[in-house]
């Protein structure tokens, strides 16, 4: 049992908070007054926690929640915007080559091969360029001889990469 040198009752050890610099390793003011002190405290000062805030983003660096937005907003290349780039770019690619019969046909057969495969081993399978269509040093082609047919966790490790490169060849 312990006092409490705000309300002076007499309450449970465990209604104080726990404090290392007491004696008891209690604080000498009940939780209830404690919470009671803390409320009025911040609607008499309300303007304080949000400077304490202020000081603490600038500190880290961080952005406010509208700023962050703004930002967003201003630069208009988000997530979907560049994905959208990245797509019109590699259709662009592909249009640019005529599709053969040959191709059409094995792209068919791909398709067929990963969903057969799929329902085989009961994992994913995607259709992969062996040289990929978007790279810096290299730019594989839309056709027949630059596919396979691999699982697609491999195909996500992958990436981007040449087939060459990524198996260590």
Not at 34 to 46: G, L, S
Not at 104 to 131: N, P
Request: hydrophobic share 30%; with cysteine.
């Amino acid at each position: 049992m312990k006092i409490c040198f705000k309300c002076l009752q007499e309450k449970e050890i465990d209604n104080f908070h726990k404090h290392k610099g007491m004696a008891d390793g209690h604080l000498n003011k009940c939780s209830a007054c404690v919470v009671k002190d803390v409320k009025e405290w911040r609607d008499n000062n309300k303007g304080c926690r949000s400077k304490e805030q202020e000081k603490r983003r600038a500190k880290k660096g961080m952005l406010t929640r509208k700023e962050y937005f703004d930002k967003r907003t201003e630069n208009a290349i988000g997530r979907q915007a560049s994905s959208l780039k990245y797509s019109h770019k590699r259709r662009v690619l592909t249009e640019q080559v005529p599709q053969t019969e040959l191709d059409e046909f094995v792209f068919e057969e791909a398709y067929r091969l990963s969903k057969t495969r799929e329902q085989a081993t009961g994992i994913k399978w995607h259709i992969d360029h062996i040289v990929p269509i978007l790279h810096k040093q290299a730019c594989g082609l839309h056709n027949s001889f630059n596919l396979q047919v691999v699982p697609a966790s491999w195909n996500i490790r992958k990436g981007n990469r040449n087939m060459n490169t990524y198996a260590g060849y």
